[in-house]
Nanobody, 121 residues
């Protein structure tokens, strides 16, 4: 079994900061790309940022310069540092990881349960 557990969401005022964490655990052999997605109420889920095992990153235009994705490979953990938050950043944030388990030859995509981020005064 593999699990992704997110933490760090909450309520913050516009202009504030939050740091999300997502830790993968279980029978893991390797993790390739790790992503953060978000889904505002009533809208589709969208990619926020991604990072591969070599540290190469990619960001949605809406968060460039404000959000930073990073990871600690030895801890199977990905982070999302969110600065200069805006009300339109309000959403449930999900992490996703492409994981190869020790007992499988295949790479499988796993999702976390989501964490709510609310930006409001």
């Amino acid at each position: 079994q593999v699990q992704l557990v997110e933490s760090g969401g909450g309520l913050v005022q516009p202009g504030g900061s939050l740091r999300l964490s997502c830790a993968a655990s279980g029978n893991i052999f390797s993790i390739n790309v790790m992503d953060w997605y978000r889904q505002p109420t009533g809208l589709e889920r969208e990619l926020v940022a991604s990072i591969n095992s070599g540290g190469v990153t990619n960001y949605a235009d809406s968060v460039k310069g404000r959000f930073t994705i990073s990871r600690e490979n030895d801890k199977n953990t990905v982070y999302l540092q969110m600065n200069s938050l805006k009300p339109e950043d309000t959403a449930v944030y999900y992490c996703r990881a492409h994981i190869k388990r020790r007992d499988s030859a295949y790479v499988v995509t796993y999702w976390g349960q989501g964490t709510q981020v609310t930006v409001s005064s």
